[in-house]
């Protein structure tokens, strides 16, 4: 405890027991003289708030030097409010106050007015007591802060109780799914889901929810308008002081978009961009594949080469442009020659490729091979028409 004040008044004096009493109240404690217009005492707890030492032995000018001008205290402006308050009034009012760092503390301050005794001698003092609200204001502070990331998130997050339904959702929840609030508001989640054979995956999510609290990964979900998109989904549980799961909270973004990106990427990596044809990679995995699975079903595999005769020619005469509008006639011609199972592959200029698999038997691959080389050759002997000319080419073709 501070320090008495070296005043011998009916209020404080040499009571260690009053001092106590005042010491021990949670709030900030200030006692003013009204009379002399001195403080009489100033609390520990409430020096300690502002960053000053027991030492500190605080007077009114000390005190309204510490007061924020938007509070509008002045010496002057006391003396009026404490005269008012001797008549017997009670007011209330925010108090700022610095502290030794220089920032601003905030408090809810509330005065009472005490006499002290009877006659012109007499005292009167003004007790207040002062409520620290910044802890307050900073948890008010982080609530509004965490309201405005939930409104104004990009991604979908939608909040369960302990009965798995719905009691809030966001503005991209909305605008994602469709949605409205009132629309999903208690009910489950599950009217998001796809419906595309889901149980198992979800039997998955719940005991890792159960063991760690968190789950993360990709979802296929259901718009209002009943078309799918994929999500990547996170979902967290909320427990209670007992461990208890009180709720979940899911956040989650469309990533059709990244879906489609990843997917157009795939396709540059195998697929050759003139003619949409796999390309030397793709071929090389695909005849991997269909190697292995005739050594394991004992079944044989075709490979057909081959290249364009003339093809050099049109394309130096006609141009590049003609020359790919060639090749990709051409590549629609040999896909309607094999089986929707067989690959026809581009493997770069004039020169492409075909896989026939699963053939039982020699005499069956032979047989096939010479049937897809007669309809190739067929195909492209008939005229292919470029920029209003007719354009004639063979193949020849390895088996």
Same mark, same amino acid.
């Given at each position: 405890?501070?320090?008495?004040?070296?005043?011998?008044?009916?209020?404080?004096?040499?009571?260690?027991?009053?001092?106590?009493?005042?010491?021990?109240?949670?709030?900030?404690?200030?006692?003013?003289?009204?009379?002399?217009?001195?403080?009489?005492?100033?609390?520990?707890?409430?020096?300690?708030?502002? &960053?000053?030492?027991?030492?500190?032995?605080?007077?009114?000018?000390?005190?309204?030097?510490?007061?924020?001008?938007?509070?509008?205290?002045?010496?002057?402006?006391?003396?009026?409010?404490?005269?008012?308050?001797? @008549?017997?009034?009670?007011?209330?009012?925010?108090?700022?106050?610095?502290?030794?760092?220089?920032?601003?503390?905030?408090?809810?301050?509330?005065?009472?007015?005490?006499?002290?005794?009877? &006659?012109? @001698?007499?005292?009167?003092?003004?007790?207040?007591?002062?409520?620290?609200?910044?802890?307050?204001?900073?948890?008010?502070?982080?609530?509004?802060?965490?309201?405005?990331?939930?409104? $104004?998130?990009?991604?979908?997050?939608?909040?369960?109780?302990? $009965?798995?339904?719905?009691?809030?959702?966001?503005?991209?929840?909305?605008?994602?799914?469709?949605?409205?609030?009132?629309?999903?508001?208690?009910?489950?989640?599950?009217?998001?889901?796809?419906?595309?054979?889901?149980?198992?995956?979800?039997?998955?999510?719940?005991?890792?929810?159960?063991?760690? &609290?968190?789950?993360?990964?990709?979802?296929?979900?259901?718009?209002?308008?009943?078309?799918?998109?994929?999500?990547?989904?996170?979902?967290?549980?909320?427990?209670?002081?007992? &461990?208890?799961?009180?709720?979940?909270?899911?956040?989650?973004?469309?990533?059709?978009?990244?879906?489609?990106?990843?997917?157009?990427?795939?396709?540059?990596?195998?697929?050759?961009?003139?003619?949409?044809?796999?390309?030397?990679?793709?071929?090389?995995?695909?005849?991997?594949?269909?190697?292995?699975?005739?050594?394991?079903?004992?079944?044989?595999?075709?490979?057909?080469?081959?290249?364009?005769?003339?093809?050099?020619?049109?394309?130096?005469?006609?141009?590049?442009?003609?020359?790919?509008?060639?090749?990709?006639?051409?590549?629609?011609?040999?896909?309607?020659?094999?089986?929707?199972?067989?690959?026809?592959?581009?493997?770069?200029?004039?020169?492409?490729?075909?896989?026939?698999?699963?053939?039982?038997?020699?005499?069956?691959?032979?047989? @096939?091979?010479?049937?897809?080389?007669?309809?190739?050759?067929?195909?492209?002997?008939?005229?292919?028409?470029?920029?209003?000319?007719?354009?004639?080419?063979?193949?020849?073709?390895?088996?």
């Amino acid at each position: 405890m501070n320090p008495e004040y070296p005043d011998n008044s009916p209020v404080l004096g040499d009571s260690a027991f009053l001092a106590g009493i005042l010491q021990a109240i949670p709030e900030g404690v200030i006692v003013l003289d009204i009379v002399q217009y001195e403080v009489r005492y100033f609390s520990d707890n409430l020096l300690s708030r502002l &960053g000053y030492d027991a030492s500190e032995r605080p007077d009114l000018a000390w005190l309204l030097e510490r007061v924020h001008p938007d509070c509008g205290l002045t010496a002057d402006y006391v003396r009026m409010k404490l005269a008012l308050h001797a @008549a017997g009034q009670i007011g209330d009012r925010p108090l700022i106050l610095r502290q030794r760092d220089g920032n601003w503390r905030r408090f809810s301050a509330r005065w009472l007015i005490v006499p002290a005794g009877h &006659g012109v @001698a007499a005292k009167t003092f003004a007790l207040g007591l002062l409520r620290d609200v910044e802890e307050q204001l900073h948890t008010e502070r982080e609530l509004n802060l965490i309201a405005q990331v939930f409104a $104004n998130s990009l991604e979908g997050i939608l909040i369960t109780d302990p $009965n798995g339904l719905i009691v809030r959702v966001n503005r991209a929840f909305t605008e994602v799914t469709g949605y409205d609030a009132d629309e999903v508001i208690g009910k489950k989640p599950s009217l998001l889901r796809s419906g595309l054979d889901e149980e198992t995956l979800f039997a998955r999510i719940s005991p890792r929810l159960d063991e760690g &609290g968190h789950w993360q990964g990709e979802l296929l979900n259901r718009r209002r308008d009943g078309t799918l998109f994929p999500a990547s989904v996170s979902i967290s549980a909320v427990r209670d002081g007992s &461990g208890g799961i009180q709720g979940l909270i899911t956040s989650f973004r469309d990533i059709t978009e990244s879906k489609s990106s990843e997917e157009r990427i795939r396709h540059l990596a195998y697929y050759d961009p003139l003619t949409a044809l796999p390309n030397r990679s793709l071929f090389n995995d695909r005849l991997q594949q269909e190697m292995q699975r005739a050594q394991r079903g004992n079944r044989l595999v075709a490979l057909l080469f081959l290249d364009l005769d003339r093809f050099k020619e049109v394309n130096d005469s006609m141009g590049h442009g003609v020359g790919e509008q060639l090749l990709k006639q051409v590549a629609d011609r040999l896909q309607q020659c094999v089986r929707a199972d067989d690959t026809v592959a581009r493997m770069g200029g004039d020169e492409f490729t075909i896989i026939i698999g699963d053939l039982p038997s020699r005499a069956r691959a032979i047989s @096939a091979a010479t049937s897809v080389s007669e309809k190739i050759m067929q195909a492209l002997a008939q005229p292919f028409w470029l920029v209003g000319r007719e354009v004639f080419l063979s193949t020849s073709i390895g088996i």
